[in-house]
């Protein structure tokens, strides 16, 4: 049985378990990039991610290059940059200077970003509730983003932004698929999108000290082995489970997985010896109610 195949009756026999995994998958990401971290800069860790991820999709990818490809290769050049290549980097740029559980926590921002932009661009209806819900979230999210060393409120940690803008890349990139791809299998553009941005990644990653550092680092085959667990699991298989889930049950159901990726990121954060004070638990159940509440559809 094809891999894809098995993924598929997995999730239709057993959608809350697989929803899950997949918590667990993604809120794993953010102490994988941590450890990535050790040897290897933000950009070669971002771009290592993609290539490895891609490495997984390939198949897919020269499967229906000559179908989609060529007549959507601007569109999926620019989910692959929105959706994958910026925000990697982004986020390891971020864990320079912030925990990986906060990381995982202002990731929860995603649906709350993805509803602002639909509503600014892309004409998406915006609730009264939902509005309420974007404004708890960001209220959230400043919270986080003001408490100190100390757990106190001081200045802001501007490391915060590079997670913020993220969520704003994959905010856009969530509108794109329902405007240029919601025709199209899932599994098609995401592989496509990821060609698309591989070259990007390896020109770049071959322009840095790369090689040096493999060769150089004693910590060099150990962040290579995270990051490489980091780009096939947690970002190709990730992919591949939430748009099985999506097919086979709903979006609705399948963005509860938004509530689970920051418990998941804070337990591993926990387990690492993270330091985590009274006001990110609150800024945490901010943004998650603020995410509750612009998922509500009444």
Same mark, same amino acid.
Request: aromatic share 14%; with cysteine.
């Given at each position: 049985?094809?891999?894809?195949?098995?993924?598929s009756a997995l999730v239709k026999t057993s959608p809350s378990l697989i929803l899950i995994f997949l918590a667990i998958i993604w809120g794993s990401s953010f102490i994988l990039i941590k450890k990535?971290?050790?040897?290897?800069?933000?950009?070669?860790?971002?771009?290592?991610?993609?290539?490895?991820?891609?490495?997984?999709?390939?198949?897919?990818?020269?499967?229906?290059?000559?179908?989609?490809?060529?007549?959507?290769?601007?569109?999926?050049?620019?989910?692959?940059?929105?959706?994958?290549?910026?925000?990697?980097?982004?986020?390891?740029?971020?864990?320079?200077?912030?925990?990986?559980?906060?990381?995982?926590?202002?990731?929860?921002?995603?649906?709350?970003?993805?509803?602002?932009?639909?509503?600014?661009?892309?004409t998406t209806a915006v609730r009264g509730n939902q509005i309420l819900g974007i404004t708890v979230g960001f209220i959230g999210s400043l919270m986080i983003s003001f408490v100190g060393n100390g757990?106190?409120?001081?200045?802001?940690?501007?490391?915060?932004?590079?997670?913020?803008?993220?969520?704003?890349?994959?905010?856009?990139?969530?509108?794109?698929? $329902?405007?240029?791809?919601?025709?199209?299998?899932?599994?098609?553009? =995401?592989?496509?999108?990821?060609? =698309?941005?591989?070259?990007?990644?390896?020109?770049?990653?071959?322009?840095?000290?790369?090689?040096?550092?493999?060769?150089?680092?004693?910590?060099?085959?150990?962040?290579?082995?995270?990051?490489?667990?980091?780009?096939?699991?947690?970002?190709?298989?990730?992919?591949?489970?939430?748009?099985?889930?999506?097919?086979?049950?709903?979006?609705?159901?399948?963005?509860?997985?938004?509530?689970?990726?920051?418990?998941?990121?804070?337990?591993?954060?926990?387990?690492?010896?993270?330091?985590?004070?009274?006001?990110?638990?609150?800024?945490?159940?901010?943004?998650?109610?603020?995410?509750?509440?612009?998922?509500?559809? $009444?």
């Amino acid at each position: 049985m094809k891999v894809k195949n098995y993924i598929s009756a997995l999730v239709k026999t057993s959608p809350s378990l697989i929803l899950i995994f997949l918590a667990i998958i993604w809120g794993s990401s953010f102490i994988l990039i941590k450890k990535g971290l050790v040897a290897f800069s933000p950009g070669q860790v971002g771009t290592l991610r993609v290539v490895f991820a891609f490495l997984i999709l390939s198949p897919i990818a020269f499967k229906h290059f000559k179908t989609h490809f060529k007549k959507h290769w601007k569109e999926m050049l620019a989910l692959g940059l929105l959706s994958n290549l910026i925000p990697a980097i982004l986020f390891s740029a971020a864990e320079v200077g912030l925990s990986s559980s906060l990381a995982g926590i202002l990731n929860a921002l995603t649906p709350i970003m993805t509803m602002i932009i639909g509503a600014l661009f892309f004409t998406t209806a915006v609730r009264g509730n939902q509005i309420l819900g974007i404004t708890v979230g960001f209220i959230g999210s400043l919270m986080i983003s003001f408490v100190g060393n100390g757990g106190e409120l001081g200045t802001f940690n501007f490391y915060a932004l590079f997670v913020i803008i993220a969520t704003i890349c994959y905010g856009i990139s969530a509108n794109m698929v $329902k405007k240029f791809f919601s025709g199209m299998s899932a599994n098609v553009f =995401s592989s496509l999108a990821f060609f =698309s941005i591989t070259p990007i990644a390896l020109i770049y990653l071959v322009s840095t000290d790369f090689i040096l550092i493999l060769t150089t680092h004693p910590d060099a085959f150990s962040s290579l082995f995270y990051i490489f667990i980091l780009g096939t699991i947690g970002t190709a298989l990730a992919l591949l489970l939430f748009y099985r889930i999506i097919q086979n049950t709903n979006a609705v159901f399948a963005t509860t997985v938004t509530y689970l990726i920051p418990i998941v990121a804070v337990l591993w954060g926990f387990v690492d010896g993270e330091n985590l004070y009274p006001l990110h638990f609150v800024g945490m159940l901010l943004i998650i109610v603020g995410v509750y509440f612009s998922n509500k559809h $009444k």
